[in-house]
């Protein structure tokens, strides 16, 4: 009652598994392109370096003749009324809008993560790398954030403030 035709089919087989596979590489191919594409950092208006620390974050204008400056969070005695507390620094990182910036994140001890998820930004602070981001700031404003790598007990003691004008 069996029918050879149908159990010996090892040429479907092999076309109904490579043929998928085929498919898929033709998918990923431009897919690719595009995302190495869009990582590219072309002409940027503003270039800064953060570099984390156990518990701080420290800023470089590379522009402007290596201008340095650290940011570390108020403690609750000097918030003014309004801060943000555990958001709030005593030294902020401003940039400008409608204008390309390129963040290099780098760390100096551990895993760190720059993250304002206001403007969609999170990327790793890892020891030895140079990571860099870009984006384009459309509106005014203070934007919060904080590192969102497990870094160590007071990793939630690292907050990031990023005062956009225009």
């Known amino acids: 009652l069996t029918n050879t035709n149908i159990t010996d089919a090892q040429e479907m087989e092999t076309i109904w598994t490579i043929l998928p596979a085929v ?3 033709l998918i990923a191919l431009p897919s690719l392109r ?3 594409m869009t990582d590219e950092i072309n002409n940027p208006s503003f270039t800064i370096k953060s570099i ?3 518990w701080y974050w420290t800023y470089e204008y590379t ?3 290596g201008l340095i400056f650290n940011s570390y969070m ?3 005695l000097f918030l003014n009324p309004g801060d943000l ?3 709030e620094v005593d030294n902020r990182v401003v940039l400008p809008i409608e204008a390309p910036v390129r963040m290099m994140i780098t760390s100096q001890d551990v895993l760190h993560s720059w993250t304002i998820p206001t403007l969609g930004l999170k990327t ?3 020891p030895g790398r140079l990571n860099q981001t870009m984006f384009t700031a459309t509106r005014p404003g203070v934007y919060y954030g904080q590192c969102s790598e497990i ?3 007071n990793h939630s003691f690292m907050p990031i403030v990023a005062e956009l004008i225009p």
């Open 23 to 25: 498919i898929l590489i």
């Open 74 to 76: 108020l403690p609750p």
């Open 52 to 54: 984390g620390h156990q």
């Open 63 to 65: 522009d402007y003749g």
């Open 34 to 36: 595009i995302l190495y």
């Open 85 to 87: 507390r555990l958001l």
């Open 151 to 153: 870094c160590g007990a």
């Open 124 to 126: 790793d602070a890892v």
